[in-house]
Each structure stands twice: as C-alpha cells, then as structure tokens.
C-alpha cells in the first residue's frame, strides 16, 4: 500500500508542478461571477443559454474527483458535434435540469440518458 501512496504523491507533485494552463484566471473569475449570479437565483440568460454548447443524452459521472456530464455535444466551440465528457460540473439547474455550469462553460441540456454508464473508461479532453 505504501507504493500506491508514493506514486499518487509522486503524481500529485508532478501534477501540481505544472504551469497553469494560460486561460485558467479568466475561467475561474467567470465561473466565479457566474456561481455569484446563480446563488442570487438569476443563472443565466436566455442569450447565454442559446448560444451555449448542447449536450443530450447525458449522464452524471464521477473523474478526477469530482463531477462530470457524460453526454453527446452538439454546437461546441473546440469539440464540435460528438461524445464528450465536460470539466468538472459546479452548478446544476435545480428546476429542471435545463443547464449546468461547468468550469469552461454554460451548457443547455436537453434528454438524459435512460441508464448510467457503467464504470466508463474515458480517455478525452476535457471541456
């Protein structure tokens, strides 16, 4: 067990030794005004929503620590039209779901899926 804790710190150090990625600061002050603006109740606009990224068929999952969605992207602006798996989720619609704020982005969301993935081994950008 001692082996596992030394390569997860070795991992962790060489993680944390790395620079930022350049646009970091500008994503975390706009989830920061974003998370602001939802625990006031407003979330976001109608003109966000539109414009935003549409997942369907998606899922909750948990990767790198946290929560993920799982789902099929349709209007993104790097990944286009395909599955992905989002950065971590920070907010959730409580009255729908009808949107999430992850840390890259809005997205609107359409269909969940029927059923859970199970335990998915995913390998992929994350956005």
Do not use: C
């Not at 067990?1 to 070795?10: C, E, L, P």
Request: proline share 9%; charged share 20%.
């Amino acid at each position: 067990m001692f082996d596992d804790d030394a390569s997860a710190a070795r991992a962790l150090v060489i993680a944390l030794s790395r620079r930022p990625p350049a646009n970091i600061a500008a994503r975390l002050r706009n989830l920061a005004d974003d998370l602001v603006r939802i625990r006031e109740g407003t979330g976001p606009i109608v003109a966000e929503l539109a414009a935003a990224p549409r997942l369907e068929d998606w899922s909750i999952a948990i990767a790198g620590g946290g929560p993920v969605l799982i789902g099929t992207v349709a209007r993104h602006p790097i990944l286009g039209e395909r599955t992905i798996v989002t950065s971590g989720v920070w907010a959730l619609d409580p009255h729908g779901p009808v949107w999430a704020r992850t840390l890259s982005r809005w997205y609107a969301l359409g269909a969940p899926a029927k059923a859970a993935p199970q335990s998915p081994k995913i390998r992929a950008n994350l956005h």
